[in-house]
Nanobody
Framework: QVQLVESGGGLVQPGGSLRLSCVASGSRFSVYRMGWYRQAPGKQRELVATLTSGGRTTYADSIKGRFTISRDNAKNTVYLQMNSLVAEDTAVYYC???????????WGQGTQVTVSS
């Protein structure tokens, strides 16, 4: 079992920035594909960004050029740098770890991001 703990959410004004962090337990972090997802009120959870163990990234079209996913395997941590935030980015952001093979993913508890003036 892998525990994922997100942090870094909060209230920010439009145009501002936040950096989310997700720390994973265990010793196999480096082999996981890591991802950030978000869920706004009344909407389905959606993919924001993923980062494979080999360094390949994917981004949702809505956040390309504004958000950056990165990881520090020595710290068992994945980050999401969010710049130029807009109201539509308001959501609960979840960290996800995908183990290799056909094993189910692990999810964090989520961190709230609110973009408002």
């Amino acid at each position: 079992q892998v525990q994922l703990v997100e942090s870094g959410g909060g209230l920010v004004q439009p145009g501002g920035s936040l950096r989310l962090s997700c720390v994973a337990s265990g010793s196999r972090f480096s082999v996981y594909r890591m991802g950030w997802y978000r869920q706004a009120p009344g909407k389905q959870r959606e993919l924001v960004a993923t980062l494979t163990s080999g360094g390949r990234t994917t981004y949702a079209d809505s956040i390309k050029g504004r958000f950056t996913i990165s990881r520090d395997n020595a710290k068992n941590t994945v980050y999401l740098q969010m710049n130029s935030l807009v109201a539509e980015d308001t959501a609960v952001y979840y960290c996800r770890a995908d183990p290799p093979g056909r094993r189910p993913p692990f999810w964090g508890q989520g961190t709230q991001v609110t973009v408002s003036s």
